[in-house]
């Protein structure tokens, strides 16, 4: 599937309370995934799974969004620290990684998975 | 009266749009209208009121911020006109108890960590300043003196948000205008790539799309608001028309727009390639073509997939192209408060906008090889002066694993993961709250701060320049220096 980080109010106003704190550390461990494609892999909200890019994996928490607001194959994450665990530093010359086009496998997190 | 004037005077009354409408749906209870925090019921000589101040968290800088201080709490207890992300900015910028400065991880004066962290610039073959999205103007300028003096590389955090874009301003060219006369002129506004209603909520609603202006004068009836992104976000019901192009291929669909526009033949598969209907493109042409006043504000959703400087070349082109039509210009939409500040004071200093170097004694500019990320991931810096951001959490584990490495010297308002792991790390004022200065919205627009209270840390310039004259002292005579002043 493909990673499409970005900003979100809460991860803005949560920020600004400090990056260190549970709520940005949670806002920016959730991830936002097609409902059909939640149902194919048999998730319900807020399961957890694990998302791995070539660069590293990070287990976070998973909720729905309507088929006709994110599309089939696409998740979106706010910004944070495990949306850069998963990013490549390669910049093609232009100082810039691709942010917000990263290619990850996710799976399902059993119980007791975690760590 | 200038652009800015008139929008302050005018902007402030539009906070039950559908903007802000879109943004409360955002953000359940963050824009219910609540203060951050409580006004004191009495009032008394501790409570200030500052008319027209700044508010620094995006690029936004709205100037019409009228805050209610605390000046016993030392705190903003009231902040009129503000946004979701301003009201926060504003309520959890307090004074937090904590020391001035750290050395590795020891308290430590402030003279004592300013000597440190110039004798760890001095001492290294590849120093690298980086950030400064978040500082004034005038801090601006003295980290890139800094950097000048030590002979390494200075890089903002444009370098990883519209760096791209700054590529193609030279390789394209730029048809550009204030948000001023966007305001007052623009009847067809497309916004590509990026969600204003969370990341820039008061865009919509203090300059582009509901404001009434000069020659629109009934606000957002007046527009025709097109929102083109891979997923539907919540500023999708603010626009008129949703364009969903398929993820990785905005290049190809602003291309086909460009061929429309100059009349070209197109083939039959550009929906199975962009995901667009040939109808829907054919329609956005002609609202293009037969508008009064275009603009095409495009955000992160370009620079930062497959394509980068390709696709912000090709949103400025096709806003040159659509000049043979009608007044069209094109804008990236800035992220953080001062960030388009840190592309003019370096521009004006070095003569290039970010990932610049000192090394052979002149400024010499390569995205790729300056940008700090590339200098970072490859492991050549030996130490790192980091303003107002976050690169341990931001950056890519490559980058951050030379962090990890390399002696850091942090200035933050408050910790951080990257102060965390700085062998010198400040604790400083909040710029626009508790410092004065100069800050760029993001249409090239310079404001001047109005500060609300003061704090017992010292702001990123006063730090920056006591580093500077610290190295100045520091540093050994230059042979060069000596040969020049021999020379006949």
Known sequence: MTLIPGRTSKQGTSLNAGKLKAEYLEVTSTVEMNEDDMKKMKLKDGDRV???????????????????????????????????ELMGSDTAGSGMPLSKQIEVRVEAVGAGEEG | ????????????????????????KAAPGAASGAA??????????????VKNATCTFCGCVCDDMDLTVDLKEKRITKAK???????AWFAEHTIEDRPAALID??????????????????????????????????????????????????????SV????????????????????????RADL?????????????????????????????????????????????????VSDIFIQVKPGRDFELLWTLRALVNGKKITADVEELTGVARETLDDLVARMKSCSYGVLFFGMGLTMTRGRHFNSGAVLALAADLNQYAPFVAKPVRGHGNVTGADNVVSWQTGYPFGVNFNRGFPRFNPGEFTTVDVLARGEADAALVIATDPASNFPKKAIETLRRIPVISLDTKPTETSRLARVAFS??????NTGGTVYRMDDVPITLRPAFESPYPGDEEILTAIRDKILALRPPRQDAAADRAAP
Not at chain 2, 36 to 49: F, R
């Open chain 2, 36 to 49: 951050p925090g409580a006004a004191p019921k009495n009032g008394g000589d501790h409570i200030k009121i």
């Open chain 2, 161 to 184: 948000c519209h760096g791209p874009s700054g590529i193609a301003f030279q390789g394209v060219g730029e048809t550009t205008s204030t948000l001023g006369e966007v305001k007052n």
């Open chain 2, 81 to 87: 006109n503000a946004c979701v992300l301003g009201r």
């Open chain 2, 428 to 433: 400083v004022a909040t710029y626009g709250i």
């Open chain 2, 105 to 158: 991880g020891r308290e430590a004066s402030v003279e004592e960590a300013v000597e440190e962290a110039a004798r760890i610039l001095l001492e290294a073959r590849y120093p690298i300043t980086y950030g400064l999205s978040d500082s004034t103007c005038e801090a601006q300028r003295v980290a890139v003196a800094i950097s000048d003096i030590v002979k390494g590389s200075v890089d903002t955090t444009t």
């Open chain 1, 50 to 84: 694990r998302l791995r890019s070539p660069e590293g994996e990070v287990v976070v928490t998973c909720r729905p969004k309507k088929a006709s607001d994110l599309p089939s194959g696409i998740i979106f994450m706010a910004y944070g620290p495990s949306s850069s």
């Open chain 2, 1 to 24: 009266m200038s652009d800015k004037d008139n929008m302050t005077d005018n902007g402030t009354n539009t906070e039950t749009s559908a903007a802000a409408k879109a943004d409360a």
């Open chain 2, 189 to 237: 506004v497309i916004y590509w790539g990026g969600n204003p209603a969370e990341s820039h909520p008061r865009h919509f609603t203090r300059y582009a799309v509901t404001p009434k202006g000069m020659h629109i004068p009934n606000g957002k009836k007046d527009r025709t608001v097109v929102l083109v992104d891979v997923r539907k976000t919540p500023s999708a019901p």
